[in-house]
Nanobody, 115 residues
Framework: QAQLVESGGGLVQAGGSLRLSCAAS????????MAWYRQAPGKQREMVAF???????GYAGSVEGRFTISRDNAKNRGYLQMNSLTPEDTAVYLC?????????WGQGTQVTVSS
């Protein structure tokens, strides 16, 4: 059973940046798709960005142009660069890796943006 561990969250002022990291303990990470989700209190979990095993990416409209998803298959890691953060980006951010019969979720990392 693979594990995903997120890091890089924290408290930042509006307009600031954070870079989230997702470390995967599976040797087939390069063959799997990956996404970042977020969940704010009282709101449904939403997909923020995804990156497929072939590096195709996609973004939610609310973050396009501000967030960038990437992956380093040699390090079994995925990243989410978040720029121009606003208080509406405050949420727990979770990493999701799936494919080829696998489906893994991390525990999440808290991102808080102050106004």
């Amino acid at each position: 059973q693979a594990q995903l561990v997120e890091s890089g969250g924290g408290l930042v002022q509006a307009g600031g940046s954070l870079r989230l990291s997702c470390a995967a303990s599976t040797v087939i990470f390069s063959a799997l798709d990956m996404a970042w989700y977020r969940q704010a209190p009282g709101k449904q979990r939403e997909m923020v960005a995804f990156i497929r095993s072939d590096s195709q990416t996609g973004y939610a409209g609310s973050v396009e142009g501000r967030f960038t998803i990437s992956r380093d298959n040699a390090k079994n890691r995925g990243y989410l660069q978040m720029n121009s953060l606003t208080p509406e980006d405050t949420a727990v951010y979770l990493c999701h890796v799936w494919g080829k019969g696998n489906d893994y979720w991390g525990q999440g990392t808290q991102v808080t943006v102050s106004s």
